[in-house]
Nanobody
Framework: QVQLVESGGGSVPAGGSLTLSCTVS????????VGWFRQAPGKERKFVAT?????????YSPDSGEGRFNISRNSASNTVYLQILSLKPDDAATYYC??????????????????????WGQGTQVTVSS
């Protein structure tokens, strides 16, 4: 079992940037992929980005494109980061990180659906002021 803790959320003016962190503890060595999802008030949770903790390969949701999102990892500290640039009001949401700890042998593109992750953090809230 792993534990995930998100941090770095807060209130940011539109156009600003923010870096969220997801620290994995417990059996962190058995984490194969970590993904970021977000849920705006009254809306469904949606995939943002995911990264392989093994290969470093990553993928983004087409909806979170425009080059404003950057996912990265620090394997030594078992931390995954999500940098958000040029924040827009639509980016306001609770951001969750999720981990896959059961091996699948699948390509990184497999880790874009909630059902393919087995551990979740509590979320960190991002507010964007206009």
């Amino acid at each position: 079992q792993v534990q995930l803790v998100e941090s770095g959320g807060g209130s940011v003016p539109a156009g600003g940037s923010l870096t969220l962190s997801c620290t994995v503890s417990g059996r962190a060595g058995s984490t194969f992929a970590v993904g970021w999802f977000r849920q705006a008030p009254g809306k469904e949770r949606k995939f943002v980005a995911t990264i392989s903790m093994i290969s470093g390969l990553y993928t983004y949701s087409p909806d979170s494109g425009e080059g404003r999102f950057n996912i990265s990892r620090n394997s030594a500290s078992n931390t995954v980061y999500l940098q958000i640039l040029s924040l827009k009001p639509d980016d306001a949401a609770t951001y969750y990180c999720a981990a896959r700890t059961v091996p699948t042998g699948r390509h990184i593109s497999y880790y874009v659906e909630e059902r393919n992750f087995d551990s979740w953090g509590q979320g960190t809230q991002v507010t964007v002021s206009s």
